[in-house]
């Protein structure tokens, strides 16, 4: 019944995700694919995934502890403040950080957290707005 429930809940959220990405205005001037096309696609796959699970559920399925489940909502937490923080932080600060949080929760020491969060955040930046040319989020240093 439990898996029913969360496909039920998948297939809501890949409904609103889709009908999310028809509200995204387009310019008169956009590439080929245009930017409605990914977050749709990302909402077919939620879709799909979800039908499988409402029509083939898991007979006995097993539910993670407590402990576990309050780890799942604190990650969860962690990417809506990314979000969030992201306008104004800027991408490389706000995905250092969120970055280091999420690696220290899985078992990385604080510090080489930090240094892998600092790292991720400047490699993903170097690939995505130095060589391909993406804009992304401006912060308080300016990039």
């Given at each position: 019944?439990?898996?029913?429930?969360?496909?039920?809940?998948?297939?809501?959220?890949?409904?609103?995700?889709?009908?999310?990405?028809?509200?995204?205005?387009?310019?008169?001037?956009?590439?080929?694919?245009?930017?409605r096309?990914?977050?749709?696609?990302?909402g077919a796959?939620?879709?799909?995934?979800?039908?499988?699970?409402?029509?083939?559920?898991?007979?006995?399925?097993?539910?993670?502890?407590?402990?576990?489940?309050?780890?799942?909502?604190?990650?969860?937490?962690?990417?809506?403040?990314?979000?969030?923080?992201?306008?104004?932080?800027?991408?490389?600060?706000?995905?250092?950080?969120?970055?280091?949080?999420?690696?220290?929760?899985?078992?990385?020491?604080?510090?080489?957290?930090?240094?892998?969060?600092?790292?991720?955040?400047?490699?993903?930046?170097?690939?995505?707005?130095?060589?391909?040319?993406?804009?992304?989020?401006?912060?308080?240093?300016?990039?």
């Open positions: 019944m439990s898996d029913r429930i969360f496909g039920g809940i998948g297939l809501l959220l890949a409904a609103f995700f889709i009908w999310g990405a028809t509200q995204i205005e387009l310019s008169f001037i956009s590439d080929p694919v245009g930017p096309k990914f977050p749709m696609i990302i796959v939620l879709g799909l995934a979800s039908l499988v699970v409402l029509i083939r559920p898991d007979a006995e399925p097993h539910w993670p502890p407590l402990g576990r489940l309050a780890e799942i909502a604190g990650a969860v937490a962690v990417m809506v403040a990314y979000a969030l923080l992201l306008p104004d932080l800027g991408f490389v600060i706000a995905t250092a950080a969120a970055s280091a949080v999420l690696t220290w929760r899985l078992g990385t020491r604080p510090l080489w957290a930090v240094v892998t969060g600092v790292l991720t955040s400047l490699g993903i930046y170097t690939v995505f707005h130095l060589i391909l040319g993406l804009s992304l989020a401006k912060g308080p240093l300016g990039f």
